[in-house]
């Protein structure tokens, strides 16, 4: 895959075990929704999350009782092995928890901190600058994570009374926009002056609609080395969502923009918090920036494909390649690179097969009811019956041992399910 993008050159943030910078991956964060004060529902879905591929998970600590469970879930998350760094979300009271509670200070391997509503007046500066100190004794890095629904009032007014004197005035849209930027700059520079390392600060400025998202990180990539956290705030539920998250992240991580991300989606009722997670993968891997799970090429179907076969095992196919990829990735190294191909017909079956690591051309509306089968460019077999998915399954599974396996036998293996009388694979291997 040609990948064109040159990444933002930014400072290296460590998060726990997890670097977050441009020298570095692109890092995958979700968030909780469960009450943090119920530890045990907290320490589930962390680990759901982290199992389905998060690699940094933010959880709610706005109450005494949230901030006194923090230390307890992280020690049932190493019970089980998950270390996974948990991001601590704070808003409005989080100088006074993190200063109540020494032992989810230390828990936690980041504070987010929103600028905008850590207090107001003369106590907002007191009390950013306490929850700064805390990070600098604990050495935490921190996120200042700016939000226009929770801008700072006070910095708001000021820019747009300068806004307002001036003898071509901005549109309020673009004030607010530069407001974002400001504010997350401005905070980060007394972070600094406090004590933290400007090596512990990685910075957001979330909006919810996407050109103001691409103007203001485009805006603010530009002022700073920080590494910058990627999300689209309040992106929405379901495909409305799913949508305007890569429409946005996608420009901006064309760019070289982003360092970290999170996809805001609205969970279905009792919905899988993880889908949250497999979006942000899916959107990193489509874009050639990292590699997750193997990637499935399949027909979308036309008048030539009248049976869903296709369309069930290429369904098939995906659940196979997410059920074994927990083994897989511990045992077979470079297998998140594959491709696979489940096509519908003659007309670019057999073409994407061949392109694909592996590949199946099953046959479309009144064509020879058969399947040929690729793998590395070459046609090494042909199925046919009622038992497609099941052998095809079958040889994918061979087909992963041999290729990225060390074990010898994974190619015997391979070769007793194909044709005996075929001999090009042989030759290829």
Known sequence: ????????????????????????????????????????????????????????????VNSHDAAAQVANIRERLDKRNINVPLVGDFHFNGHRLLAAYPECAEALAKYRINPGNVGKGAKRDEQFCSMIEVAC???????????????????????????????SPLAADAVMREALVVSALENARRAIEVGLPADRIILSAK?????????????????????????????GMGSKGIVASSTALAVLLQEGIGDTLRISLTPEPNGDRTREVQ???????????????PTVVACPGCGRTTSSFFQELAQQ???????????????????????????????????????????ISLPGAGEHPSAPVYMDGERVMTLKGSGIAKEFTQLLDA????????????????????NPTDLILQKSH
């Open 1 to 60: 895959m040609i990948n064109t993008i040159v990444r933002r050159t930014t400072r290296q943030v460590a998060i726990g075990p997890v670097t977050v910078g441009s020298q570095g991956p692109i890092v995958v964060q979700a968030m909780t929704n469960t009450d943090t004060a119920d530890a045990l529902a907290t320490a589930r879905q962390v680990e759901s999350l982290a199992l389905a591929g998060a690699e940094l998970v933010r959880i709610t």
């Open 137 to 167: 004794r604990y050495d935490k890095p921190i996120r200042i994570g700016v939000n226009w629904g929770s801008l700072d009032p006070d910095l708001l007014a000021r820019m747009m009374d300068v806004n307002a004197a001036m003898a």
């Open 207 to 235: 909006v919810s609609h996407v050109q103001d998202l691409i103007a203001v990180y485009r805006n603010l990539a530009g002022r700073c080395d920080f590494p910058l956290h990627l999300g689209l705030t309040e992106a």
């Open 279 to 293: 979006v942000a993968q899916q959107i990193l891997q489509t874009m050639g920036l990292r590699a997750f799970t």
């Open 317 to 359: 196919i995906e659940n196979f390649l997410h059920a074994r990829m927990p083994d897989w990735k511990t045992q077979f190294p470079g297998v998140e690179q594959m491709h696979v191909a489940v096509m519908g017909c003659v007309v670019n079956g057999p073409g994407e097969s061949r392109l694909a690591d592996i590949g």
């Open 399 to 418: 087909y992963v041992a041999a290729r990225y396996g060390a074990n010898p036998q994974a190619r015997s293996r391979l070769l007793a399910l194909l």
